[in-house]
């Protein structure tokens, strides 16, 4: 059973930072592109991050491109999203996912990703 599992979220103040990882079991992910998605309370779910299978290409939503930072261990078969200078507008739920299309460019749409996360939830507030 192939399983993501998302850890780190949790309660910041603006300005401060969160490192969340995402574990996945059951298979490796080491040949394909993964992301970071996140949805508000009452709102859809928005790209974040994503990045190639081998690390060399990064891609963030205009919202965290230079606060947000997307990498991954492929020996361990995790993904992490650091985030920095964290603002209230940034709590939501986030979730990772991998997708499993053979696609040669990161993708950036929910549609293109096959197995998620249950998410875990980042709150910024003071």
């Known amino acids: 059973q192939v399983q993501l599992v998302e850890t780190g979220g949790g309660l910041v103040q603006p300005g401060g930072s969160l490192r969340l990882s995402c574990a996945a079991s059951?298979?490796?992910?080491?040949?394909?592109?993964m992301g970071w998605f996140r949805q508000a309370a009452g709102k859809g779910r928005d790209f974040v991050a994503t990045?190639?299978?081998?690390?060399?290409?990064?891609d963030y939503a205009d919202s965290v491109k230079g606060r947000f930072t997307i990498s991954r261990d492929n020996a361990k078969n995790t993904i992490y999203l650091q985030m920095n200078s964290l603002k209230p507008e940034d709590t939501a739920v986030y979730f990772c996912?991998?997708?499993?299309?053979?696609?040669?460019?990161?993708?950036?749409?929910?549609?293109?990703?096959?197995?998620w996360g249950q998410g875990t939830q980042v709150t910024v507030s003071s």
């Open positions: 996912a991998a997708s499993d299309r053979g696609l040669s460019y990161l993708p950036r749409s929910i549609g293109t990703y096959d197995y």
């Open positions: 059951g298979r490796t992910f080491s040949n394909n592109p």
């Open positions: 990045i190639s299978w081998s690390g060399g290409r990064t």
